[in-house]
């Protein structure tokens, strides 16, 4: 704060020297502000007008959102994102903890299992999709296969049923996010006080009371956090669904994001693809803003 | 703190604690949290599993319900084919091009990100003014929105910037919704740097760079390192703005491998599927394989992933 004000010497040389940090800072300032922020008023701009396949500017208020919550697709798409964003959270969390706290019990080759459970992290959600994508398929994947073991009538075709794919979506997404979520309470139960522990466990308490009482109970940043990350993400979710059942059967697993996609590029609605942007943008808002605002304001 | 998880947690991801000591209940029967935790490891290198054992055996291999057998037959064949001569869209090119394409994409835009996420970093630690926070939090903000919202006007900005469908213009968007979090990364290092070093410097005449050039620069290689790979990892597993920004020859790898998959002219060639993941997998895999620890640290403070 204090150092450019050591500087007492006034040129016009000084005064430049002044300004360069911030003539450093400019270009991503402005970078920012145009293709952040001026986007984002760009596109709320073009939810109010007639746009199909270019940006048009003829003003026609509320339509498109009118619009948008009448088209049987979308409605699909926030349903399917309620359910996987819920059913994605929850699982993950749980899965995560229990996870963290397994690992936590001075388990030998930690180091190593924490590896194996985190690995999906690295990879690409398209990778991911085209994995689970076959593993999950009737024909050759996991159907198939306990069919050759032997259990002729074995049935698992979700992937291929309108009413299951969504929940396939779940388990791949699963399957990659998880192990993130259990390094982050891993971090967490490593952060928590070990003398309130031993206080505890020399009243007597039991395991189980140990974890409900105190650890729990600690874990809420990272649990904070983990349903920031989970929620953030599950918006957002496109690669995954685009490569594990690329919306399909039919529209079955459409979600915002898949929906704005092909509503602005395939279907030339520009319209109604911007204002679906623009209710995916508020969702994450809402999520994200009084995050960002908390944490940024306790660093003051 | 704007990286939640962030610093006070990832410091003891290390060793075992002596808080797990306390914790390791004796009434757990050990045997059967060590076969739980086995079993999470066949869950979670299955589908690695699925992938490898698939991509080196013949296709009627797979198609007669042998996908979870070893090949009866190896063959490197598939991994050939995805390579350099399996049909993706409308050429038959294998997957090559397309690999060089998110080479040539990702090295250009996370160096030139990491180089303004340290400078601008620097200025918001070092040379703070009114509203720095104020600016960060709005640069901040910029890697969580939703990328659909910037997806028709960027469309048409690289339009006008005569780079719609090259790699560059990918290298370019890259770039811009980077910075948010290489910002984030070395600014947060650089609070912790003493401040009392920079102001020697400066009162011995040493000016912006020089400071930042002959101080903070030599003492960034771990941040660097974080940094860099999760930028490779974002950009080179990034799919949206590959699908949305990018012409047939300019396609980076992800959506190159949908295309793959996806195509539905002739025999579904599964084998050749998974050979052409393991390969859009590697570059990341092999990152986390020799730099987990920075990996995992990059995840946990840039927790909220963009």
């Known amino acids: ?169 779940v388990i791949a997404a699963v399957w990659q996010t998880s192990g993130f979520v259990m390094a982050m309470f891993l971090a967490g139960l490593r952060g928590i006080d070990s003398e309130m522990l031993r206080a505890a466990e020399i009243d007597g308490a039991s395991t189980m009371a140990l974890y409900r009482r105190i650890v729990i109970p600690q874990l809420r940043p990272a649990f904070m956090s983990a349903f920031v990350v989970l929620a953030h993400m599950a918006i957002k979710s496109y690669d995954l669904v685009i490569a594990l059942t690329n919306g399909g059967p039919g529209t079955a697993t459409e979600v915002p994001a898949t929906f704005m996609y092909s509503y602005t590029f395939t279907r030339n609605q520009m319209g109604i693809g911007a204002s679906s942007a623009v209710i995916m943008m508020l969702t994450i808002a809402a999520i994200i803003v009084p995050y960002l605002w908390s944490e940024l304001r306790e660093k003051k | ?97 397309y690999f060089i394409n998110s080479l040539l994409m990702v090295v250009p835009a996370v160096a030139i990100t990491t180089v303004i996420g340290a400078l601008n970093g620097y200025v918001l630690t070092k040379w703070r003014f009114r509203g720095a926070t104020l600016v960060f939090g709005l640069l901040l903000f910029g890697c969580f929105i939703p990328f659909q919202m910037v997806l028709i006007p960027m469309a048409r900005m690289l339009g006008l910037m005569g780079i719609a469908g090259t790699v560059t213009g990918l290298v370019f968007v890259h770039m811009v919704y980077g910075i948010g979090f290489s910002t984030l990364y070395f600014r947060n290092y650089y609070a912790a740097f003493p401040d009392e070093l920079v102001r020697a410097a400066q009162i011995d005449g040493a000016g912006f760079f020089t400071i930042f050039w002959r101080i903070l620069l030599p003492s960034s290689g771990p941040i660097a390192v974080v940094c860099i790979i999760w930028l490779f990892t974002n950009i080179w597993n990034d799919f949206l703005f590959g699908a949305s920004f990018s012409d047939f020859d300019s396609q980076p790898m992800t959506v190159a491998l949908n295309n793959l998959v996806q195509s539905s002219t002739g025999v579904k060639e599964y084998n050749v599927h998974f050979a052409g993941a393991i390969m859009a997998a590697l570059p990341t895999l092999f990152v986390y394989i020799v730099a987990g620890r920075y990996f995992v640290r990059g995840l946990m403070s840039g927790s909220v992933k963009g």
């Open chain 1, 1 to 169: 704060m204090a150092i450019s004000d050591t500087v007492r010497h006034r040129g016009a040389a000084d005064r430049l020297r002044d300004l360069l940090p911030k003539l450093v800072l400019s270009p991503s300032v402005a970078l920012v502000g145009i293709f952040v922020y001026g986007f984002i008023l760009f596109t709320l701009y073009l939810s109010f007008t007639d746009s199909r396949i270019l940006p048009s500017f003829g003003w026609v208020g509320w339509q498109n959102y009118g619009f948008l919550f009448r088209i049987r697709a979308w409605d699909t798409a926030l349903t399917n994102l309620v359910i996987f964003g819920t059913l994605y959270i929850v699982i993950c969390c749980l899965l995560g903890l229990l996870l963290a706290i397994f690992l936590d019990q001075r388990i030998r080759a930690e180091g190593f299992i924490r590896t194996i459970y985190l690995y999906p992290m690295a990879l690409s959600f398209i990778v991911t999709g085209v994995a689970w994508k076959w593993f999950l398929d009737p024909g050759i994947g996991v159907e198939a296969v306990v069919r050759g073991w032997g259990f002729e009538s074995f049935t698992f075709d979700w992937i291929k049923d309108s009413d299951m794919a969504i929940y396939t979506i």
């Open chain 2, 1 to 97: 703190m704007p990286a939640p998880t962030a610093n006070a947690v990832t410091a003891r991801t290390g060793e075992p604690s002596a808080t797990g000591a306390t914790r390791a209940g004796i009434h757990w029967p050990r045997v059967a949290l060590y076969v739980i935790l086995g079993l999470f490891c066949i869950y979670y290198l299955l589908p690695l599993y699925v992938m490898l054992v698939n991509s080196l055996k013949p296709l009627s291999e797979i198609t007669a319900g042998g996908m979870m057998a070893l090949p009866g037959e190896w063959t490197i064949a598939p991994w050939q084919s995805a390579w350099s001569t399996a049909q993706v869209g409308v050429e038959a090119t294998g997957l090559r091009p």
